[in-house]
C-alpha cells in the first residue's frame, strides 16, 4: 500500500510559466516532506522541505504548499525553466516512538516535468 | 571526487554469483543509506547506518548483506539474487539520521541486472 502518491506521471509546461507538481499521502503521522529533483544518471537531489507546523514554505523560483487536513502537497516552480526538467519526488517521513526516524523517507514515484522553450 | 559516489554504474550478475556494491561519501556525513528503485515502483528505504551502526533494516532479504566499515564508505554485498532485485540501487548520505533537518544526499546509482 503507497502512502505517498504522485499520481500524474508526466506533466508539461511552457517556459516562464507555473509548474504544479502535486503528491499526496495517506499516513497522518507523516509531519515532515521533502521535494528531490532527479536528473538522468544522476541521483536525486534535494530542493525544498516543509515541516507540518508550516502550511508554506518558499525558496527562490520554488514554494512548497501543505494542506494537512487534505493530506496534500504541491510545489510550485514559478517561473518554469528548460533546466528544470527532470524527474520530481514527494517524500515523507514520520518520528517513531522513541521520537526519531531513522532517516526513513517514504517516497512517491515521482513526476516527470517538462519544461518547454 | 566530491558528494556521494557509487560504483560500478552498471552491473549484470547471474543468480549464482557473488557480488558487491560500494559507495564513498566524501561530505564528513555521519549516516548513511541504501535505497531500491525498482521499475515503476518508489525508492523503497533498504538499510540505514550510523557511524557503522546498522540502525534500520527495513525488512529485507537476507541475500542483501550490508556493511559499514567506516563513515564514509557503504557496501552491498550480494549473492543467489532473484530476477526481481534487478532495479537502481542508490547510496545516500546525511549528516545525522535522527535530524530531518539535513537532508540525504543521493550518488548516482547502480543500476543491477540479474539474469
Known amino acids: 500500500d503507497q502512502q505517498v502518491k504522485q499520481n500524474s506521471p508526466s506533466l508539461s509546461v511552457q517556459e516562464g510559466r507555473i509548474s504544479i507538481l502535486n503528491c499526496d499521502y495517506t499516513?497522518?503521522?507523516?509531519?515532515?516532506f521533502l521535494w528531490y529533483k532527479k536528473y538522468p544518471a544522476e541521483g536525486p537531489t534535494f530542493l525544498i522541505s516543509?515541516?507540518?507546523?508550516?502550511d508554506k514554505n518558499e525558496d527562490g523560483r520554488f514554494t512548497v504548499f501543505l494542506n494537512k487536513s487534505a493530506k496534500h502537497l504541491s510545489l510550485h516552480i514559478v517561473p518554469s525553466q528548460p533546466g528544470d526538467s527532470a524527474v520530481y519526488f514527494c517524500a515523507a517521513s514520520a518520528l517513531n516512538a522513541g521520537g526519531t526516524s531513522y532517516g526513513k523517507l517514504t517516497f512517491g514515484q515521482g513526476t516527470i516535468l517538462t519544461v518547454h522553450p | 571526487e566530491t558528494g556521494v559516489t557509487q560504483t560500478p554504474r552498471h552491473l549484470v550478475m547471474g543468480m549464482t554469483n557473488k557480488k558487491s556494491l560500494k559507495c564513498e561519501q566524501h561530505l564528513g556525513h555521519n549516516a548513511m543509506y541504501w535505497y531500491k528503485q525498482s521499475a515503476k515502483k518508489p525508492l523503497e528505504l533498504m538499510f540505514v547506518y550510523s557511524l557503522e551502526e546498522r540502525v534500520e533494516n527495513n525488512s529485507v532479504p537476507s541475500r542483501f548483506s550490508p556493511e559499514c566499515p567506516n563513515s564514509s564508505h557503504l557496501f552491498l554485498h550480494l549473492h543467489t539474487l532473484q530476477p526481481e532485485d534487478s532495479a537502481l540501487y542508490l547510496c545516500?548520505?546525511?549528516?545525522?539520521?535522527?535530524?530531518?533537518?539535513?537532508?540525504?544526499?543521493f550518488g548516482p546509482g547502480t543500476r543491477l541486472t540479474v539474469t
Open positions: 516543509i515541516s507540518s507546523i508550516k
Open positions: 499516513n497522518s503521522m507523516f509531519d515532515y
Open positions: 545516500a548520505s546525511s549528516q545525522d539520521y535522527r535530524d530531518r533537518g539535513h537532508e540525504q544526499y
